[in-house]
């Protein structure tokens, strides 16, 4: 096996999204735009998208990341949107898009233009939600968008399944595809709520970080191969295993956490931009047997679904945002009333991504019999890939100037801070209480400059909230807090050079001096965190 080009393509891709952050355009567009001017260049190879390593292999640690840094809470409180966009709009794009493009092309048959619309129906929100952040969305906004991303796939895999049974003849029902659907949904929420309670145990019990980590790389894999192996959505099962264990994370040891959040990060950083990288690579595999539907027409078409596509999520997300509460007065009691503003984001964040594309380039060759091929396979191939990069460079690069032009309110940083200094002051009086308590004990018996060293360190952790809201240094501009930080590293840093030149003169081994320096990296972790 020739490993080079999957070399090439991680570390160019990592590379590519490094030089995107210095930049003002998002990195998933960066690495699409790049991947399609390098797959015209002569001697590149074929970036095939194998469907069956992109869905059971890249998907579930992408998922898996999303959902443990989503919020259990923030998402339960937006459960109605979520669920009317990861679920109803799913279900809705499929049948209309799918009709427009029976309508639009000669002899396709509606089975064949449904599965197409279950294949563009999921938007990927993973470059959404990253401009969110960027330009400082409302946090409600990028709840939803992030909700709907973790659950749409799921909807829209078990559509597609249903449609394409139908294509290749296989006698689907609609009593058995709703049967289907069901047995999806439900066993995959079933398989994540048997199998999270004893990961979070085994989590909670071993205390070896290695081992915890070994066992956080494995989690999403081993959720989405059980629930697929019983026919259920191993997405859901992904999902739901995350959400638990992100909420749960604060019971873990914290050597596990710090360990879990750089090796999360990491995988999570090379997975989505080798994914980004390769949905632009797929170019010449999708302009390949296009036949009679080349050039103009080919166009014409790909311009007509992008219009549909994008024309249907608006449809769906202005009903769905404000019919609840003209039908419900228990919800115009609860909720604030939604302006016009923020369904017109979260219609125009409806990028569509890899998934798409693994799903399409899993549409057989050929119908149930095994002789007859599978009528416009290429054409639907193509017009995936062209939503999907239609999608992606058009929303994509004017959704942060969109933003920024309806001027959504920002975050009130103040408030914020204070906020988090009510919450350590409250946690820091606690930790003192127990502290006095435990000093009492004589087995806890501690000399009093330790003793009061601990009081210090709360002290200290009390305060360093507080004192960013402090006035600047009017020499350097620092705040308190930035100044704080910087002497620590200076002091840690010194100490750090003075151990090296022990170990160089052979007056501590090896070995120690990598003690020496842990302890100092969990010091300088520490003031870091303590600080930010």
């Known amino acids: 096996m020739d490993v080079m080009p999957l070399l090439l393509l991680v570390a160019g891709s990592a590379g590519i999204a490094a030089v995107a952050r210095r930049t003002p355009v998002p990195?998933?567009?960066?690495?699409?735009?790049?991947?399609?001017?390098?797959?015209?260049?002569?001697?590149?190879?074929?970036?095939?998208?194998?469907?069956?390593?992109?869905?059971?292999?890249?998907?579930?640690?992408?998922?898996?990341?999303?959902?443990?840094?989503?919020?259990?809470?923030?998402?339960?409180?937006?459960?109605?949107?979520?669920?009317?966009?990861?679920?109803?709009?799913?279900?809705?794009?499929?049948?209309?898009?799918?009709?427009?493009?029976?309508?639009?092309?000669?002899?396709?048959?509606?089975t064949a233009a449904l599965v197409f619309g279950a294949v563009v129906a999921p938007p990927d929100a993973v470059a959404?939600?990253?401009?969110?952040?960027?330009?400082?969305?409302?946090?409600?906004?990028?709840?939803?968008?992030?909700?709907?991303?973790?659950?749409?796939?799921?909807?829209?895999?078990?559509?597609?399944?249903?449609?394409?049974?139908?294509?290749?003849?296989?006698?689907?029902?609609?009593?058995?595809?709703?049967?289907?659907?069901?047995?999806?949904?439900?066993?995959?929420?079933?398989?994540?709520l048997v199998l999270m309670a004893p990961i979070h145990w085994v989590r909670t019990h071993v205390k070896e970080a290695l081992f915890q980590n070994t066992l956080s790389l494995l989690t999403p894999f081993v959720a989405y191969a059980v629930a697929e192996q019983v026919h259920a959505s191993g997405v859901l099962a992904v999902v739901v295993v995350a959400l638990y264990l992100g909420h749960r994370a604060w019971?873990?040891?914290?050597?596990?956490?710090?360990?879990?959040?750089?090796?999360?990060?990491?995988?999570?950083?090379?997975?989505?931009?080798?994914?980004?990288?390769?949905?632009?690579?797929?170019?010449?595999?999708?302009?390949?047997?296009?036949?009679?539907?080349?050039?103009?027409?080919?166009?014409?078409?790909?311009?007509?679904?992008?219009?549909?596509?994008?024309?249907?999520?608006?449809?769906w997300v202005y009903p769905a945002t404000f019919l609840p509460r003209l039908l419900s007065a228990r919800i115009r009691e609860r909720e604030a009333s939604p302006t016009w503003r923020g369904p017109f984001v979260i219609a125009w964040a409806g990028?569509?991504?890899?998934?798409?594309?693994?799903?399409?380039?899993?549409?057989?060759?050929?119908?149930?019999?095994?002789?007859?091929?599978?009528?416009?396979?290429?054409?639907?191939?193509?017009?995936?890939?062209?939503?999907?990069?239609?999608?992606?460079?058009?929303?994509?690069?004017?959704l942060p100037p969109l933003i920024r032009l309806l001027k959504f309110p920002g975050r009130d940083v103040q408030a914020e801070t204070l906020a988090e200094a009510n919450a350590q002051a409250q946690a820091s009086r606690a930790a003192e209480r127990r502290l006095d308590e435990l000093l009492t004990d004589e087995r806890n018996a501690l000399p009093a400059p330790l003793a009061d060293r601990l009081r210090i360190?709360?002290?200290?952790?009390?305060?360093?909230?507080?004192?960013?809201?402090?006035?600047?240094n009017p020499v350097t501009g620092e705040s308190v807090d930035d100044t704080y930080r910087r002497l620590s590293r200076e002091m840690i840093s010194t100490e750090r050079e003075v151990f090296v030149k022990l170990r160089d003169a052979r007056y501590i081994d090896d070995e120690m001096l990598r003690t020496l320096l842990r302890r100092l990296d969990l010091e300088e972790a520490a003031a870091f965190r303590e600080t930010a």
């Open 128 to 192: 959404a939600t990253a401009v969110a952040r960027r330009v400082g969305l409302p946090s409600r906004i990028t709840t939803i968008l992030q909700g709907e991303s973790l659950l749409n796939d799921a909807t829209a895999i078990t559509a597609y399944r249903v449609a394409l049974a139908a294509a290749v003849g296989e006698g689907a029902t609609w009593a058995g595809g709703i049967g289907e659907f069901l047995l999806a949904a439900v066993g995959g929420v079933v398989a994540g």
């Open 457 to 472: 360190v709360l002290e200290r952790r009390r305060n360093a909230v507080w004192e960013r809201l402090g006035q600047a």
């Open 351 to 398: 990028m569509r991504g890899v998934v798409s594309l693994a799903i399409a380039f899993s549409i057989p060759l050929t119908l149930h019999d095994g002789e007859e091929p599978f009528p416009h396979r290429n054409l639907i191939l193509f017009l995936t890939f062209t939503t999907v990069i239609g999608t992606l460079v058009v929303q994509g690069l004017t």
């Open 251 to 315: 019971e873990v040891d914290f050597a596990t956490r710090l360990q879990e959040e750089a090796v999360w990060k990491m995988v999570a950083f090379v997975l989505e931009s080798a994914v980004f990288a390769l949905i632009g690579l797929q170019l010449p595999v999708v302009l390949r047997g296009l036949g009679e539907y080349e050039g103009a027409l080919a166009a014409w078409y790909a311009v007509a679904v992008f219009l549909v596509v994008v024309a249907v999520r608006f449809v």
């Open 27 to 110: 990195a998933p567009l960066l690495l699409v735009a790049v991947g399609l001017a390098v797959s015209s260049v002569p001697g590149v190879p074929d970036y095939t998208l194998d469907p069956h390593v992109v869905l059971p292999l890249l998907l579930p640690p992408l998922l898996h990341t999303a959902a443990t840094d989503s919020s259990y809470l923030d998402l339960r409180a937006q459960l109605r949107p979520v669920a009317l966009l990861s679920v109803g709009y799913v279900l809705f794009a499929t049948f209309v898009v799918g009709w427009a493009l029976y309508m639009l092309v000669a002899d396709l048959p509606l």
